[in-house]
């Protein structure tokens, strides 16, 4: 699975600097998702002070996860929905329209999380993605992200 | 508004590792709650590496705030209806349930960002408060946090 590309490591540098999953924010989470047949997969290793509760992992972790899961999913989407090629084509960005987090169970603080996506609706500009997110293959939390496409030429505009 | 105490200064010790709210949490975001008026007020400065589209603030962030501002308003609101005292009475924790973003437009980095919330609901361990993340004056997203109250027993039984 490693050997594929991680859709948000095929941003274009004006949009690789987000915390959550750009490549260039050295101070980030380095969020990575990728195809897995028709699902989209990331894992995660929490930081051990990544906590909320002693033991568990924090909320707010799991929502930036559900979160940059969803939108490098939803670009994978949009490019394959296109006829575009992975690591060929421009990648598309989009950024979060809304979010929304059920937190099933606590999640215990130390395995590897998986979250893995699928694409609900391509519509335009708008893809929605559900994802669950697990540890050691019991689904700690489910989401759902409404993607929205930002222009190509959003970067050059606000830096102009 | 600073002399009064943050709901979350007033956790227990057990209670207080949060990465997003916990006063013990030397890694985490320190994220301070406090009633203003019958609203509750939480004021934060991002860091310049908390951007999502450079120049503006990571969506994960803007979702931790309205997450652990919402326990923790939930936290008060349920010692208020009590008729607890800031500060005297055990100060009770809740967690997260579920958690709703809507990113209405994108928020700028750089600015003091001020959440408030309202208490919609209070039904046994459930507290409801819905939230505005706001950069100087302008909302910039809404939120709503489903807050459940954990047993007061958990961290001794977690631990043993």
Known sequence: MDSKPAFQD?????????????????????????WDGEETVCEFQPRPYDTAITGFVYGGLIASLIDCHGTGSAAGAALRERGGTMGVSPMPRFVTGSLHVDYLRPTPLGPILEIRGRIKEIKGRKVVVTSTLSAEGVVCARGEVVAIEIPEDFGVRAHG
Do not use: K, M, T
């Open 10 to 34: 095929l941003y274009s540098e004006d949009f690789a600097q987000c915390y959550g999953c750009g490549r260039l924010n050295e101070h980030g989470l380095h969020i990575r998702s990728r």
